[in-house]
């Protein structure tokens, strides 16, 4: 089957490739439905232009993809890249290879990171950093909008402006692969599409809301001209969004929300023999005396995904895990795993559980919540067996302290 190139705009061509089988992207992120890694190329009377490369085993492709545009003899004069994750600059190696006169385009820390993924001195060269604002080629002014974090720290978004066109690269993305490649040609996935690009907002993007916003606001102020006149949304990951533009832009608005955390506190814990869960009954009652609310969770019957939603807008994270055989319990591994401090840094965390013989459950959970980088308040309580009266009253201490602490709290 030949792979053809896709005219999207007057001289600007779709030339990425279609992963209909990837099933998990970076390891973590469920893509049910594929991706694209899309690419584009614009021709002009005094150079051409790609913007993104590829991942690495679509680099074929690729190449086909863009010599059904240029030839086998046309060059391509400059290559921009928004940002540098292999998904999108896996393959640059071999356009260098075949475009060797290339001038490879990024802000500084993307070519900063390319020397650790294309190893090649003559990118090093040639690349120029984004000093520039816009660049001219033939008749086509490219602006270049940088906003790190969006997802890494070397991202920035390109507008075509006499074709009104945004190359936002992962920005306003979504892991879909769909032959048809524009959002108004695809009836009837609506739904499907809104959950997707949710997933893929919160599985990328939401770490870094704060510069999220601040992009969005560089789209609505920066391009040249105002959101209305957009034409296209060139994204590299799934549709090229013609239809929805106005929508995707106000979704990124309401995603991004800071979220507002409230005097509440989860508590999180397991018990082999009903030891660790007196800890956790004192200690929920300390929290609600002084007027805090509290949701608590056995480990073992709920999920990751429900105690980390229940988290969302809580300021305080305790939890309770017993020793078993000289170690915390997995599932607080796994619990404290899908935590970063991107998202969580801002929050209370700590500590307790019962032990019998030395007590590592509770010292070996402290390192990761320290690498969780947040505020540290109270100290870890641990209680060898059953809790005596006392050490009951001291439970219930202990919570109604790690409350006050709550409330008092202002991020
Ligand atoms: Fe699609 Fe951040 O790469």
Known sequence: MQNLAVKVADNLYWVGAIDFDLRTFDIIVPTPFGTTYNSFLLTTNDGNVLFETVKEPFHQ????????????????????????????????????????????????AALNNLKFISHLSTTVKTACSIKLKSLQVGKYHLKFLIQPFLHWPDTMMTVIEELKVLLPCDFFAVHYAEPKLFDDQVEGKEQVLEKLYKHYFDAVMSPFKASVLKGVQLVETQMGFPVEELQA??????????????????????????????????????????????????????????????????????????????????????????????????????????????????????????????????????????????????????????????QETECFNWGKDFGTKVIDYHH
Request: aromatic share 8%; hydrophobic share 35%.
């Open 61 to 108: 492709e690729h190449l086909e993809r863009i010599e059904n545009v240029i030839g086998k003899k046309g060059q391509i004069n400059y290559i921009i890249l928004n940002h540098t994750e292999p998904d999108h600059s896996g393959s640059l190696n071999y356009i260098l290879e075949k475009h060797p006169n290339a001038t490879v385009i990024a802000t500084a």
């Open 233 to 390: 949304i060139c994204c590299s990951h799934g549709l090229i969004i013609r239809k929805d533009i106005k929508k995707i832009i106000e979704k990124y608005k309401e995603w991004s929300e800071p979220q507002i955390l409230k005097n509440k506190i989860v508590v999180v814990y397991a018990s082999a023999y009903g030891y660790t869960k007196i800890m956790t009954n004192r200690i929920v009652e300390g929290i609600r005396s002084v007027g805090v609310e509290v949701s608590v969770y056995n480990i073992i019957d709920t999920t990751v995904k429900e105690i980390l939603n229940d988290f969302k807008d809580a300021k305080g994270l305790l939890l309770g895990s017993p020793t078993i055989v000289g170690d915390a319990t997995p599932p607080f591994y796994e619990l404290l795993g899908h935590m970063n401090p991107f998202i969580y840094s801002n929050r209370l965390i700590q500590c307790f559980g019962s032990f019998g013989w030395s007590g590592e459950g509770v010292k070996n959970l402290i390192p990761r919540i320290q690498q969780l980088k947040v505020k540290e308040v109270n100290k870890p309580l641990s209680i060898r067996f059953r809790p005596t009266k006392e």
